[in-house]
């Protein structure tokens, strides 16, 4: 990693820089799967004592001391404890605060303890921001999205995919990699939500969106966009992985990027979803060579969550020939906090939270 341009990550609207292994992944196959090389050297960009009184509810405690109680989820609990409990009594030694986690199996917050609001910041914010990184090491569980499958975007589509594979033959073209019609959408941003309270946490930032950022944007107009003609992800047209249709915005004031940038912004700043990119890529997927093995819950609940080996596949007459393909246009009708590896009744995603934009 150059040194110069360390990784960063948000909490509660504040920027960390950090130096040591890599933050995360765009390799969502990729899995956590260790404790306690997890701790990295975190800077933060603004000044320590800017978080020790405003950023968390610290109360006094019956004994006198300081303290603060906050959840994070017991999956996390043992990277923050580290080998033979290592990370937690460095923590301690460094912050001078007392950490207790709980003991598995049982439900309860994690409880820091201290004699000043400073050192009882520190050690929260130090646990955190390690449990962060472990959170982003793991598959992500959830993604926020646009469903943009109305019914004259699913008719443009399977035309589309009737034109490939009817007019376009190439190596590794075939129906397998084609998305589900009833899935197409834009994807936000993905999180990893490990248990119910982050589920309903992100569901309640997903509806606090719709009043801070979505109703002030849209001040009730119709979200609407055109899916107009074709992309690739990588630098080889013979050798691809994702093909997807680029996204036009047909509102006047053009505020589709902006919402969705606003949206992860919002996000980000809950601690659930790491800052990576400073926009959204607007696209659709269409053709994806890893929708040839899609894992399902129950390859999950069996254990199987072994990396998939891509086949790339030969696009150049697709973008000869359909290199300006219209979807069609359609209106947004809602953003979808979307479960990765389901299906609702309406063949979309199941939704966690959903917000309407009509």
Sequence with gaps: ?????????????????????????????????????????????????????????????????????????????????????????????????????????????????????????????????????????????????????????KRGFLHFQDQVLNECRGRGIGKDIFQDPNKLHITLGTLVLLDEKDRQKAAQALQDCQRDIVEPLLQKRPLRLSVYGIEYMNDDPAEVDVLYGKVKDLNENLILQELADGIIKYFSNTGLMPKQFDSVKLHVTVMNSLFRREVTDSDLAKGDNRRKVRESFDALQILKKLQDFSFGEMEVQSVDLSRRYSTAANGYYEATSSIPLM
């Excluded at 080998?83 to 030694?93: M, V, W, Y």
């Design 1 to 153: 990693m150059d040194i110069t341009k360390p990784n960063i990550i948000w909490i509660k609207g504040r920027c960390y820089r950090l130096y040591g292994q890599t933050v995360g992944s765009t390799d969502f196959d990729s899995e956590y799967t260790g404790y306690g090389d997890d701790e990295q050297t975190f800077f933060d960009s603004g000044r320590d004592d800017d978080c020790s009184d405003n950023d968390y509810e610290i109360e006094e405690a019956e004994t006198g001391r300081l303290k603060t109680c906050f959840h994070i989820p017991r999956s996390l609990h043992g990277v923050l404890i580290g080998p033979k409990g290592t990370t937690r009594q460095r923590i301690e030694k460094e912050t001078k605060a007392l950490i207790r986690i709980p003991k598995k199996g049982i439900d309860q917050d994690i409880v820091v303890t201290g004699a000043t609001r400073e050192s009882v910041a520190k050690a929260r914010r130090r646990m955190e921001l390690i449990a962060l990184t472990a959170r982003q090491k793991q598959q992500f569980t959830h993604f926020l999205s646009l469903p943009v499958n109305s019914e004259n975007v």
